[in-house]
């Protein structure tokens, strides 16, 4: 049963949230899909990440309608909107997305904590934390960390094709494969791949809510490999392909389709080795019994 405390007090906290959202955010964050750093491949997962988190709160509302409302708490909800303003207002002066963004998230707690205090954020502290996936990683991070994938991948999917015995060779990002030349550009350092493979494991491990924390902290720490080899293994797809089939299958519509099928393959990749995490831990607590 939904409180008479949450049907005017809570449901007028939400209607805020919304019209200063339709207001602020709303254009920004269509901007930013449109037009913006969300329009980049390597940051198209953000449109995802606010639907998803959104949601998530919408799935939180019966334990937010739980959550005594005795007294409005205006001191820690006005501490977060103006911290809010004064990220949106130093945002807009610097130019730079990521202090919109995090102005969106700290009135979203504004709203909500104005109303429940901050024992809402414990019920809503993974919606809020999947939201930080929105930012965009600068390029400061991004460039370097882009160019040393790129030539990792490189050379390892130029060493696996010349211990096979094919007419490879490499330099730097430019990968020469019998009389073609293929250049390693940005989209194949896997750079999207493993962002997406991040959030979605993330996301997957809350919603598997796994009590292990071996193997949250596991799965995690693996999809940074799995997205690596899944690459790799993309790189190799489109040197046979271009091999055998020439510049324009490879560079066509087989190089879309790989960039899909490595999303797939990764996760597919995920799934199984949280399969195997699991089994190594029931194992391990076997054998635990039988000591």
């Known amino acids: 049963m939904i409180k008479p405390e949450f049907r005017t007090l809570n449901y007028a906290a939400l ?3 919304h019209i200063m959202a339709a207001v602020f955010f709303i254009p920004f964050f269509m901007n930013l899909a449109v037009e913006g750093v969300w329009a980049n491949p390597v940051h198209s997962h953000g449109p995802l990440v606010l639907i998803i988190s959104l949601f998530l709160v919408f799935q939180k509302r019966q334990a937010i309608a739980s959550l005594p409302s005795v007294r409005v708490h205006a001191g820690l909800g006005i501490l977060f909107f103006s911290l809010s303003f004064l990220l949106f207002v130093v945002g807009g002066f610097t130019d730079m997305i990521h202090f919109k963004i995090l102005s969106f998230i700290a009135i979203f707690c504004g709203t909500y904590t104005y109303i429940f205090g901050l024992k809402v954020i414990k ?11 929105m930012i965009p990683i600068p390029g400061v991070i991004l460039d370097p960390l882009s160019s040393f994938l790129k030539l990792l991948v490189s050379d390892f999917a130029v060493e696996i094709l010349y211990q096979l015995g094919y007419p490879v060779a490499q330099n730097g990002i430019i990968i020469l494969v019998g009389s073609y030349k293929l250049f390693v550009a940005d989209a194949c350092s896997g750079m999207r791949t493993l962002l997406m493979l991040e959030t979605l494991g993330i996301l997957y491990l809350y919603l598997l809510k796994h009590h292990s924390l071996i193997r949250n902290i596991g799965l ?3 999809i940074i490999p799995i997205s690596i080899f899944a690459n790799i293994l993309r790189v190799i797809s489109l040197i046979l392909v271009t091999f055998y089939f020439g510049d324009e299958a490879g560079q066509g519509f087989m190089h879309d389709f790989a960039s899909l099928a490595l999303f797939i393959f990764g996760f597919f990749l995920m799934v199984s080795v949280d399969s195997l995490l699991r089994l190594a831990i029931k194992v391990s607590k076997k054998r635990q019994k039988h000591t």
């Open 15 to 17: 209607l805020l949230l």
């Open 123 to 133: 019920v809503l502290l993974f919606p809020i934390f999947f939201m930080f996936f």
């Open 220 to 222: 995690a720490a693996c």
